[in-house]
């Protein structure tokens, strides 16, 4: 016969479980009082747990407090006043609760508040299967852990512990302020939204939403993410103004085929042109990975015709299975377009295919266990977008290149050397071309003998490079191969002393690296050979202790030139760091150099220019980095470029840049992104975006491209931000030069509703496109996610 309990039990807990088990812990704990302690296992762990295994779930007991506690063992259990009811991550609190145990069936009145793993739910009612997590809850306030959003609701229905059906609710993210008539910034109103936290997604039905009580966007049917994970379905449209497409509406439908897999289809309407139909699709496996992406305009207005455009990239490691073991890579990126004026109508399309040369490239290589061998085959392929105002002469495509190196660096007497050959097809088909297609092939090898030890080096070198030409027509002198053949000498060697040294109160370890490279090369004459792939190397410290002063393998210069400079540093003794760097270097030339590019003329200058270099990282908010290439005959700079950069703080950054190259271009290009509350006293550095005085921040961004050569703008990116917590707006107005008389111009609007979605212009897309070191002002990256134990009760 059940046995009825009627007593008061102020606040202590009470655990409901079988009487057995209940007398076992009594005789366990009377055992335990008897003997030594023995010392209890205790495991490491990062983190408390956040969910719940269901084998465990199952397993955990029942307690229940309250003023008032009557009930029957195993059956049922009343508790009146401050009842509380707990079971693993879920806690019930009302004024009276009833609770059948066979059923595992709560029933709660009289301000009832219910936890589930941090999502908090609070009405006049509740019914629910503790366990499974099913049931409905009265007249309801809620709050999710995810995203922070809240609401109310006529009912909500838990379907289960991860899917419950919110019906005529509400929905925010704007946390209550405490003021007369306070009211959301926006609101979601729905006539059911369905919240899935499994898949960490809300689905709304008949929803509309309003922005400051004004109705903007009547929905049918949506769906909105939780979290930053990744789902199907429509995502927010994009529409924006531009003065050569007009007005564009996009509607992009993200589909997440797999987690390894995914696409968007991102069809546009624009109002002078007609549609175009874009789509883009990932993919990452363990052994390859790459992007396609796809655009096609049936019939594009502005220039009558259709219009096309796609983009490959495919990265992936191949097994060969021959049993020779090593690994193998292929490599492919594919850029084709439909017409020669793509890049000027589309000037905004993602990667190379704004550019005027398009490369097809493949590449598949072979490395062998060791490293020593290696071996690729490749084609390369080129589109060519012409202007008739400023015509290009494009590439010889390379079809096919056939290049095999062999490495040893553990050669007798401490030598270290590479042989290396390839041979390439060149062949064009562009009247621009004025050499014939050709085969060459090339036999490169070298050898050094390395000398080193923390304080100096020297390393003698020694190349020999023989190259062979095949052509397909006869050249001026009526010949159909040539060839050369030309050994390197060179010497490279250094110094590096170290001393303690203090400037401006601070302790540094200062090195000074004098260095000195000398190189020799005969003269061979080179002047009927074609050049296929040959070109000037930039004259910079990457490129000043080299042998050659060209790139390619068509042209190897004459040299009997000395290049001597120097380096100091500033370390950081306790960190390593390095804060500051400068470099100067000159090139002493012992004869002429003869060997130039088709239409060069001979170097004849004994002194080349002088390269000076500065970096400077003198503490974290400041950056300057500087290379100046100065003519001493002429006393004046031929090159220069120079870049800053402060950065104060978080959203706070100021980049600036100078470059000049005499006689061709002359640009300044200004960044910045700013909170314009600095302006007026309002720095909030402690309290984050959005969160200043006033409630909202106001933040410039922007970028300057400046010709001071052509007294003009070049491209122009201006915008204004404000960040309002739960809510932010954008507005950027964007200009960006296409051709030397023409511009393409647009003006950006976007509204984001935190934890919700975005609305307007992709106006943040062009932001962390063109502004330097941009900061996200809602960067969910950085934001860690929220745990059930920081709502624990």
């Known amino acids: 016969m059940a046995h009825a309990l009627n007593h008061r039990i102020p606040r202590t807990p009470f655990r409901l479980a079988p009487l057995a088990l209940a007398a076992a812990g009594l005789l366990q704990g009377a055992a335990a009082w008897a003997q030594p302690a023995a010392p209890l296992p205790l495991e490491p762990s990062p983190m408390l747990r956040e969910d719940i295994p269901e084998q465990v779930r199952r397993q955990l007991p029942t307690f229940v407090f309250g003023d008032r506690v009557q009930g029957r063992p195993d059956l049922d259990t009343t508790v009146e006043g401050h009842a509380e009811l707990r079971r693993g991550d879920t806690v019930i609190k009302a004024d009276r609760l009833e609770y059948w145990q066979p059923d595992d069936l709560a029933k709660a009145r009289g301000n009832v508040r219910i936890n589930r793993a941090g999502n908090v739910f609070e009405g006049p009612y509740l019914e629910l299967k503790v366990d499974a997590f099913e049931g409905f809850f009265s007249r309801p306030e809620y709050r999710l852990l995810r995203n922070d959003a809240y609401g109310q609701a006529a009912r909500v229905d838990f379907l289960d512990d991860q899917r419950s059906v919110i019906r005529d609710a509400t929905y925010t993210t704007c946390q209550r302020e405490d003021y007369p008539g306070w009211m959301p910034a ?133 097994p060969i299975g021959l049993g020779l073991g090593g690994s193998t890579a292929l490599y492919l990126s594919l850029n084709r377009v439909s017409d020669d004026d793509y890049w000027r109508d589309f000037s905004r399309a993602t990667g190379s295919l704004t550019q005027r040369l398009l490369a097809n490239d493949a590449l598949l290589q072979w490395t062998n266990d060791d490293g020593r061998l290696y071996l690729s085959a490749r084609a390369l392929k080129w589109q060519t977008l012409q202007d008739v105002t400023a ?90 191969s040539a060839d050369r053949t030309l050994p390197i000498f060179s010497l490279d060697s250094g110094l590096v002393f170290e001393r303690p040294a203090r400037y401006f109160g601070r302790r540094f370890l200062q090195t000074l690296e004098p260095r000195a490279f000398y190189v020799y090369t005969p003269f061979r004459d080179q002047s009927r050979l074609p050049n296929y792939d040959s070109g000037f190397n930039d004259f910079n410290f990457a490129t000043v202790y080299t042998e050659n002063s060209f790139g390619g393998h068509d042209r190897i210069a004459d040299n009997n030139l000395l290049t001597v400079g120097a380096t100091t540093r500033l370390i950081d003794p306790d960190t390593g760091a390095e804060n500051a760097k400068f470099s100067v270097a000159q090139r002493l030339r012992f004869k002429d150099q003869r060997v130039t590019l088709p239409g060069g003329t001979a170097i004849s200058e004994r002194l080349s220019d002088i390269l000076f270099g500065a970096t400077l990282n003198w503490n974290p908010r400041w950056m300057l980095d500087t290379t100046v290439q100065y003519n001493p005959k002429t006393r004046r700079s031929e090159r220069v470029t120079l870049g800053g950069r402060y950065n104060p703080g978080n959203y706070r950054i100021v980049s600036a840049a100078y470059r000049l190259q005499r006689g061709q271009s002359e640009q300044i290009d200004v960044g910045w992104q700013w909170p314009l509350n600095d302006l007026w006293g309002d720095r909030g550095l402690d309290l984050g975006p959005g969160r200043g005085q006033g409630g909202g921040r106001w933040y410039s961004v922007g970028r300057l491209n400046f010709s001071l050569k052509d007294r003009r703008v070049v491209d122009t990116v201006i915008g204004l931000e404000y960040d309002a917590c739960c809510w932010l707006g954008r507005v950027v107005l964007e200009r960006l030069q296409s051709s030397t008389n023409s511009s393409s111009k647009r003006i950006m609007f976007q509204l984001e509703f935190v934890g919700f979605s975005r609305l307007g212009s992709n106006a943040l897309g062009t932001l ?17 996610p929220p745990s059930r134990f920081t709502r624990y009760e």
């Open 186 to 318: 926006w609101l979601l109103r729905a006539g059911n939204i369905r919240i899935d936290q499994e898949e960490e997604v809300g689905y709304a039905t008949d929803a509309l939403l309003t922005f400051h009580q004004v109705p903007i966007l009547p929905i049918p049917q949506l769906s909105f993410p939780l979290s930053d994970k990744r789902k199907s379905g429509f995502l927010p449209p994009l529409v924006g103004v531009d003065n050569i497409n007009g007005i564009e509406y996009r509607q992009p439908y993200y589909w997440n085929i797999a987690p390894n897999r995914d696409a968007t289809f991102q069809p546009t309407l624009m109002s002078k042109r007609g549609i175009d139909l874009g789509a883009e699709f990932r993919y990452l496996e363990a052994r390859y990975s790459g992007e396609v992406q796809a655009n096609l305009m049936p019939s594009d207005q502005l220039r009558d015709r259709a219009r096309w455009g796609y983009k490959l990239r495919h990265d992936s490691t191949v």
């Open 391 to 480: 015509p290009i002469t494009p590439p010889y495509d390379q079809v096919p290149q056939l290049l095999a190196r062999y490495t040893r660096q553990d050669l007798p007497l401490g030598l270290e050397g590479w042989v290396e050959t390839n041979t390439t097809r060149f062949q064009s088909v562009s009247r621009l071309t004025r050499q014939p297609n050709a085969q060459r092939s090339y036999l490169l090898g070298l050898l050094e003998r390395p000398w080193q030890a923390p304080g100096w080096f020297v390393i003698p070198r020694v190349q020999l490079h023989s190259t062979q030409y095949s052509f397909d027509a006869p050249l001026v002198d009526g010949s159909r």
């Open 768 to 784: 962390r496109q063109n502004i330097p070191r941009y900061q996200l002002l809602r960067d969910r990256d950085a934001v860690v």
